[in-house]
Nanobody, 114 residues
Framework: QVQLVESGGGLVQPGGSLRLSCAAS????????MGWYRQAPGKQRELVAA???????NYADSVKGRFTISRDNAKNTVYLQMNSLKPEDTAVYHC????????WGQGTRVTVSS
């Protein structure tokens, strides 16, 4: 079955960096668009970034220029490099792939605080 396992979250000070990873299994990883979403307390889940099978990327306006999504098809892994983190980036970050259904990882918590 499809499994997505995120890692790399943690507590970081404003202005700091983190790199999130999402390891996928149970799919032909290289042919699917992969996405990172986040959900902050009391807010709806929102798309942060996505990357197509061909490497095309798109970002939420709030993270453009600070976050970079990438993928390593040999490792079945998608990454989210987050720089210049702000307190408003605090959220649980989830990896997503859409097949006939949406599949989600369990999430990794990112807290940006001094």
């Amino acid at each position: 079955q499809v499994q997505l396992v995120e890692s790399g979250g943690g507590l970081v000070q404003p202005g700091g960096s983190l790199r999130l990873s999402c390891a996928a299994s149970g799919i032909i990883f290289s042919i699917y668009t992969m996405g990172w979403y986040r959900q902050a307390p009391g807010k709806q889940r929102e798309l942060v970034a996505a990357i197509t099978s061909g490497g095309r990327t798109n970002y939420a306006d709030s993270v453009k220029g600070r976050f970079t999504i990438s993928r390593d098809n040999a490792k079945n892994t998608v990454y989210l490099q987050m720089n210049s983190l702000k307190p408003e980036d605090t959220a649980v970050y989830h990896c997503n792939v859409h097949l006939t259904n949406d599949y989600w990882g369990q999430g990794t918590r990112v807290t940006v605080s001094s």
